[in-house]
């Protein structure tokens, strides 16, 4: 997938929110492996924090997020499995204008090289909610690498040809 070296990188603003009944920042291993690659990839972590697995509550995150014009994108990690605790999929949908399908395929194709069949279990997602990119990845480390070191880390790249995520922001609220 190539880079294209003569274009100009533009940095993304991007916030991330684990979701998570039992971690706290101190043992966020999943948050701290996304952080790390977000400034190692030359983005801006603009803010960062762990919610509980509740539905009410994430919305409610997501919405100051999407509302923040210094937030381009958000990430999460946690809650995208299938027990009942986890809601971050349902949380998502319920701010997203467009969901983007393919980011929740790729991330099991993507995952099925590494763990086989127990990919099923993942319900990664992503959408666009007023003009702001969403992108839940399950709670493991494994995980974070594969959605960011697979997808991410090119599709948030305005360098990355054919093309990517960042060229569209411009044009993401237009009707």
């Known amino acids: 997938m190539p880079i294209d070296e003569a274009a100009a990188f533009l940095a993304v603003r991007i916030a991330v929110l684990t979701v998570s009944d039992t971690r ?4 966020d ?3 701290d492996t996304l952080v790390a690659r977000i400034a190692a990839a030359g983005h801006i972590l603009a ?6 697995d509740d539905s ?21 990690t946690g809650g995208t499995g299938v027990t009942g605790r986890d809601v ?12 983007i399908p393919g980011f ?19 319900r990664a997602c992503a959408c ?7 992108f839940a990845l399950p709670g493991s480390t494994g995980a974070v690498k594969d959605g960011w070191d697979g997808i991410l880390a ?15 922001m411009p044009r993401l609220t237009e009707r």
């Open 29 to 31: 291993r999943s948050g």
């Open 88 to 99: 971050t999929p349902e949380a998502v949908e319920r701010v997203a204008d467009k969901m």
């Open 24 to 27: 706290n920042l101190a043992e």
């Open 56 to 76: 009410d509550g994430i919305v409610a995150r997501l919405h100051a997020w999407i509302d923040d014009p210094d937030i381009d994108c958000i990430v999460t």
């Open 128 to 134: 666009v909610a007023r003009g702001t990119y969403i």
């Open 154 to 168: 090119t599709q948030l790249d305005s360098r990355h040809r054919p093309c990517n995520f960042v060229e569209l």
């Open 47 to 52: 803010e960062r924090a762990i919610i509980r």
């Open 104 to 122: 929740g395929e790729l991330f099991r194709w993507l995952s099925f090289a590494k763990i086989g069949t127990s990919t099923v279990q993942s």
